[in-house]
């Protein structure tokens, strides 16, 4: 078994299925740990679960916006009201149903199933060599577990001191893998390696690329790039 770990997806269905071809993914033997953000921006949201329900060794990360998206299925009302791409997920399970209006979902519109995988999300993973799988990181000043639950998908300082050299390494993991920052924010559109973290976030969601790697040998693969929603770049 091999395992890999894929960054931000955001609704990207032919990226998602780009990365697992090109990867050679196996769904029944293969483990994938996929880092969040699953939901918004691509409004695919819904195939792209589909996918990751048939993958046998599935570890899935909860995200920020897969947050938000699973408060409504909760509670059915979204915190931001649908922005910052939250639409374009509205908009892929209202197809599925023959509605065309975003305050026209409901919660139980959503396939249970679906509602599961997203209730069912972890905060973080760590796997049996101590690698760490997180969203968008934590405070390293404190202890890993019991941080507010928010910190780890919402964090940016831990990956930009890592790029600040405020540290050379979290000793308290092998290596850390997250996503959310998008590399874009350096110019880069692959992932990027400071200290022992790696970020995977290469901008699926807007003009960049999805990205999967082999977490033992570090060898990537991406998606091509397009850009999902012209202007939008939130």
């Known amino acids: 078994m ?10 990207a269905y032919a990226k998602l299925l780009q990365c697992l071809q090109r990867s050679g993914f196996d769904h029944s033997t293969d483990r994938l740990i996929q880092l969040g953000d699953v939901a918004d ?6 195939e792209c679960v589909d ?35 939250g639409d374009a997920t509205a908009r892929s399970y209202l197809r599925r149903i023959g509605k065309g209006k975003r305050a026209a979902l409901r ?19 760590i796997d049996e060599s101590n690698n760490c799988f997180v969203h968008a990181g934590f405070d390293r000043h404190r202890p890993f ?20 050299h405020q540290f ?9 893998f997250i996503g959310h920052t998008p590399t874009a924010n350096w ?5 990027m390696h400071a200290a022992n973290i790696y970020n995977l976030d290469t901008g699926a969601g807007r003009e960049g690329y999805l990205s999967i790697m082999d977490v033992a040998t570090k060898k990537f693969w991406q ?8 202007g939008e770049l939130v």
């Not at 921006?41 to 819904?46: E, I, L, Y």
């Open 168 to 176: 050379e390494k979290v000793a308290a993991f092998r290596q850390i």
């Open 2 to 11: 091999k395992t890999f770990v894929m960054g931000d997806i955001h609704g």
């Open 41 to 46: 921006r691509g409004d695919r949201v819904a």
């Open 187 to 191: 110019g880069v559109y692959k992932p």
């Open 51 to 85: 996918e990751l329900l048939g993958i046998k060794n599935l570890i899935a990360i909860r995200g920020n916006h897969d947050d938000w998206f699973n408060h409504f299925l909760l509670t059915g009302v979204h915190p931001v009201r649908w922005e910052q791409g």
């Open 223 to 230: 998606s091509d790039a397009t850009l999902l929603f012209p």
């Open 107 to 125: 919660p139980a519109d959503v396939p249970e199933s679906h509602r599961r995988f997203f209730a069912g999300q972890r905060l973080y993973f």
């Open 145 to 164: 577990g019991g941080q507010p639950p928010e910190i780890y998908f919402w964090d940016r300082e831990l990956w930009t001191d890592a790029l600040g």
